[in-house]
């Protein structure tokens, strides 16, 4: 496709038309004085004297790929194609490409955000990234603001501040912190502003000033102009600039800058179909495609143009050409002051980051704060967040009154008349659906929306997932055993059960246990499926074998011999057959009978034949459903560690590492090339003074 327009001046410094003629602009000669006219802001200028305790960072990454699996029997994707990079401390990078690119996977590798399916070595300071060790000086500030809606600004920042500052802060030292943030983020006059109501922009501030809590050295966000006006997206930018300036290394990615946003970037990294078509300073973009034969037209936006070009819109040969000249990363021409920048090198995969001698940091947590504090303040945040929760909390109450008095007056007395026995054992059963459904569906609801929360807190090292876990049980149980307290006092003296403290202690506890093994069960529907839809989904259809083996509708007897075994697998069926010893065992005696009528189950006795359930089981139901509430909430813990590849640890081992604890030396064996892998080899084994037999043995290994 032909070239549009003329080439751009080498020297033009960020616009293409930089260059352009200022009469170009007048209307009319009486106006001449208005391109002499500089609109200056009224913005208050932005401050922070919170410097970097420690050294400035060096991101570098060679040979970076990632292959995202496509699911079961459909393989692969290759996302990254062996990229090459450079993030110098102090500077602002953006990475920009069109949608596709893989922009956030890049941004996701070198966070840690991402690391299944990851090959490559990225470099922290000329060293091999520590992942536990990075990401304790490093953020990572997501795309969507996931923020406690129901807190307010400075509620936020006082949760962050005491989970992320360590015990050496006093009160009024993390006040000070705080009220220096949200000054400088210009969210002071909105501190006492729930998160839920702010503004976009004002949303991504605070998302921003939560993580500057801790001070980190590295931070990295995803796309943080996204949905904002102009306004926002040049304050935003400007701040990430100002944190740059004091030595820290700010990585974003953004789609298409404007002009204005693009000059304030030090760093640009462009890709596209997963290769580095640029890397360099951003005032050298038009220089570079002159260079390339590929001259910025006059009047046009460098980064709308290198992005049109990223999209194919001048032919896919453009692309190619654009990666050859940038070696795909490799190059560091057009960087500032490149002369003096010391040259790329290979980095021995086997180098560790000298902070933490040894394997002392096996014994270190990721967290500032103990388990301890860490369960307190969430805790806290907790229940105040169930205070405020006009659906979660006030809601489910009065749903679960309402519902118990509409059962209570359908089946009226129906437990202290013989004619209505079965009607009274529906009862039970309707009973035991309203506590696992409701309890466990409202669970599936919320649950995965407090997740994408939870996995930004944890891989930002707020708090452990044990303290969180440990928390949800926690804080849900008042909510939840208030409400089955309520729902099941109402029920029981309105339909006539036995007025014996033995029997309505058991009915009750009965209730309590199945409440919270419903929950247990939405945790687990939760932790597994990624969306609420799919979980709603998914809900039902775990309920209903547990519905089919219960004993209810066919008792025990009638079910095939072969599927018996569901029943020693159903909540409900323990729960059911203690309901009915409570309430027709301990040796109930003979139920009321009108004369007039005729009461086949006036006898309980005859009641608890005809359904196959014994009356003396009651507690052994008991017992086998608090083993199961173990059960279901350690298999919840765990599948919620393995579905989200999150841990008390930090985040999941690298793909390719070895680790053999705390009393050895720890061996990386990251994925290379085969010519590198055999040099790694070679030196590694000279080192170690191993034979030549064994070398060559080990050097063929890189070409199987």
Excluded at 114 to 139: A, K, P, Q
Excluded at 332 to 344: G, H, M, V, Y
Aim: include cysteine; aromatic fraction near 8%.
């Amino acid at each position: 496709m032909a070239r549009r327009g003329g080439s751009a001046e080498a020297a033009s410094p960020i616009s293409c038309i930089a260059e352009r003629p200022k009469a170009s602009f007048r209307m009319a000669d009486d106006q001449e004085q208005i391109d002499h006219v500089e609109l200056k802001p009224v913005t208050k200028p932005m401050t922070y004297t919170r410097l970097p305790a420690t050294e400035p960072v060096e991101i570098r990454f060679q040979d970076l790929q990632y292959r995202a699996n496509l699911g079961i029997g459909k393989g692969t994707k290759e996302i990254l194609h062996n990229v090459h990079g450079r993030f110098l401390p102090s500077q602002l990078v953006a990475i920009m490409g069109p949608s596709g690119a893989g922009k956030s996977t890049l941004l996701d590798v070198l966070s840690g955000y991402r690391i299944t399916g990851v090959r490559g070595v990225v470099t922290v300071n000329g060293r091999e990234r520590d992942l536990e060790e990075f990401r304790r000086v490093s953020c990572y500030i997501t795309q969507d603001d996931r923020l406690q809606p129901l807190l307010t600004v400075r509620e936020n920042m006082k949760v962050a501040a005491d989970l992320k500052l360590s015990a050496k802060y006093n009160d009024q030292d993390k006040y000070a912190v705080i009220e220096e943030i949200l000054s400088m983020l210009g969210l002071s006059d909105s501190a006492n502003t729930r998160a839920g109501r702010l503004s976009g922009g004002q949303k991504k501030r605070l998302s921003i000033a939560l993580e500057l809590v801790n001070n980190p050295l590295v931070m990295f966000l995803d796309e943080p102009t996204t949905g904002l006006d102009s306004a926002s997206c040049l304050l935003c930018i400007k701040l990430m600039k100002l944190l740059a300036s004091q030595g820290r290394t700010v990585v974003c990615t953004i789609h298409q800058p404007s002009a204005s946003l693009f000059q304030n970037f030090d760093h640009v990294y462009v890709l596209a179909e997963g290769q580095c078509l640029y890397q360099g300073s951003a005032e050298k973009v038009v220089p570079y495609l002159e260079s390339v034969s590929l001259p910025c037209p006059m009047y046009h936006n460098p980064a709308d143009y290198i992005i049109e070009l990223a999209c194919g819109d001048y032919g896919k040969d453009k692309i190619t050409r654009l990666v050859n000249a940038t070696i795909n990363g490799r190059s560091i021409e057009w960087f500032n002051d490149a002369e003096n920048l010391p040259p790329t090198t290979h980095v021995e995969v086997s180098h560790r980051s000298p902070r933490l001698p040894g394997r002392m940091r096996c014994n270190l947590s990721l967290q500032e704060t103990t388990q301890i504090n860490q369960l307190l303040v969430i805790m806290n945040r907790g229940f105040t967040k169930v205070k405020r929760d006009s659906t979660l909390t006030y809601m489910r109450l009065v749903a679960n009154i309402v519902t118990g008095f509409m059962l209570g007056v359908l089946y009226f007395q129906s437990g202290v008349d013989g004619a209505r026995v079965l009607d009274n054992y529906n009862l039970l059963f309707s009973i035991l659906i309203h506590h696992s459904m409701s309890t466990m569906m409202l669970t599936i609801l919320t649950f995965p929306m407090e997740m994408n929360i939870l996995i930004k807190e944890h891989f930002n090292r707020w708090y452990s997932l044990k303290s969180y876990y440990i928390m949800v049980n926690i804080v849900d149980i008042p909510v939840a055993g208030g409400c089955c307290i309520i729902f099941t006092t109402v029920v029981y003296f309105m339909t006539g059960q036995p007025y014996t403290l033995q029997r309505f202690m058991t009915f009750m506890i009965l209730s309590l246990l199945v409440v919270f093994i419903a929950q247990s069960l939405g945790y687990i529907v939760g932790a597994v499926f990624n969306s609420v839809v799919n979980g709603t989904f998914a809900g039902p259809i775990l309920i209903v074998p547990m519905m089919m083996f219960s004993g209810f509708g066919v008792n025990f007897r009638d079910i095939p011999s072969y599927l018996r075994w569901g029943t020693h697998l159903s909540f409900l069926r323990y729960s059911l057959e203690g309901y009915v010893g409570a309430i027709y065992g301990m040796n109930r005696t003979t139920l009321p009978c009108e004369e007039q009528l005729y009461c086949h189950y006036k006898y309980p006795s005859k009641f608890l034949e005809d359904i196959a359930m014994r009356p003396d089981v009651y507690e052994d139901c008991i017992i086998f459903l608090m083993l199961m509430l173990v059960l279901i909430k350690a298999a919840a813990y765990y599948l919620l560690r393995l579905e989200k590849g999150i841990s008390d640890g930090g985040a999941p081992e690298e793909v390719g590492s070895e680790t053999s604890g705390c009393g050895a030396a720890s061996r990386r064996t990251t994925e290379l090339p085969p010519e590198r892998c055999e040099r790694f080899v070679l030196r590694s084994s000279v080192s170690l003074g191993a034979s030549d037999q064994l070398r060559r043995v080990l050097a063929k290994k890189c070409f199987q």
